[in-house]
């Protein structure tokens, strides 16, 4: 299978990542990111105190 990370269209091939982010109080905030590869531009992005199955689908959800 080949990887397409230079699509010809917007909104065929997209993907997604978690950043961790340390706060100055010490707490985590974690965030959730949708690109789309055909412009790099951000589908979708949500964060939380908790990094979860719940917080990639409510990203999906924005993005859908």
């Known amino acids: 299978m080949k ?3 230079f699509p ?3 909104n065929r091939v997209w993907c997604t ?5 340390t706060l100055t109080n010490g707490t ?3 965030s959730c990111s949708i ?7 951000i589908v979708a992005s949500e ?3 908790f990094i979860t199955s719940s ?3 409510r990203t999906l959800e924005i993005a859908l």
Do not use: H, K
């Not at 990542?17 to 982010?21: C, R």
């Not at 690109?35 to 531009?41: A, C, E, G, K």
């Open 35 to 41: 690109i789309d590869l055909y412009d790099r531009s």
């Open 8 to 10: 010809e269209q917007p």
């Open 3 to 5: 990887a397409e990370f």
């Open 55 to 57: 917080l990639a689908v």
């Open 17 to 21: 990542d978690f950043t961790y982010m």
């Open 47 to 49: 964060n939380s105190s």
């Open 28 to 30: 985590m905030r974690y």
